[in-house]
């Protein structure tokens, strides 16, 4: 198993104007209850974990958080939470790494100054 590098500054102002970050920031103060209007309840758990070599499993993951209408709070949980494993919101691990850089390190003017 390899160790995970820390996300490049590239890669993190990349994340902070990702369409995917902004909907997560939007509707980060969601309640609990978003949980319950999830897609991803109508599938085994196990899809949004996939071994590092079953990508079309992971594709199959994101494909379903594409069109999932919670798909931001579950990505702001996510990065509230520290969570870097497994797919969530549509994001990958290697993505959300640097999605949780920059949820950590920027305050709500530049979400705001980045969705104009």
Known sequence: MTRARMPRPHEVAAARRDPRLLQAHEQREMDAGWRIDG????????????APTER???DAAMALCGSC???????????????I???WG???????RAMLVAWRTAGDATYADAGR
């Open 85 to 87: 494993n497994g797919v």
């Open 90 to 96: 549509g994001t990958l691990p290697r993505e959300r």
């Open 39 to 50: 897609r991803c309840r109508s599938v085994d758990p196990e899809m949004f974990f996939p």
């Open 56 to 58: 079309d499993q992971a």
């Open 69 to 83: 209408v919670v798909a931001g709070a579950c990505l702001a949980w996510a990065l509230e939470s520290g969570d």
